[in-house]
Nanobody, 119 residues
Framework: QVQLVESGGGLVQAGGSLRLSCAAS?????MGWFRQAPGKEREFVAH????????YFADSAKGRFTISRNSAKNTVYLQMNSLKPEDTAVYYC???????????????WGQGTQVTVYS
């Protein structure tokens, strides 16, 4: 059972930045970030594979968000820049132990961290 601990959410003005962190209890195949806004379904934001560090972003995140990893700490970061009010959501870290047909199979989830962007 992979344990995930997130941190870094908060309140920020539009145009500002936040960095989310997610520490995993063990090395995984990939880690990702998802978000869920009130009244909406959870949506994919970005993921990174531990081996090689390849990344993939949702269109809404491209050009504004970056995802990186610290292998020594089993920690993944989501740097969010140029934040918009529509980025407001609970952000969840997720871990995958294997590749699925299209993308990593995310089986483990963090508790979520609130990001609120005000205009």
């Amino acid at each position: 059972q992979v344990q995930l601990v997130e941190s870094g959410g908060g309140l920020v003005q539009a145009g500002g930045s936040l960095r989310l962190s997610c520490a995993a209890s063990e090395r995984t195949y990939a880690m990702g970030w998802f978000r869920q806004a009130p009244g909406k379904e959870r949506e994919f934001v970005a993921h990174i594979r531990w081996s090689g560090g390849s990344t993939y972003f949702a269109d809404s995140a491209k050009g504004r968000f970056t995802i990186s990893r610290n292998s020594a700490k089993n920690t993944v970061y989501l740097q969010m820049n140029s934040l918009k009010p529509e980025d407001t959501a609970v952000y969840y870290c997720a871990a995958a132990m294997r590749q699925g047909l299209v993308r990593p199979e995310f089986d483990y989830w963090g508790q979520g961290t609130q990001v609120t962007v005000y205009s």
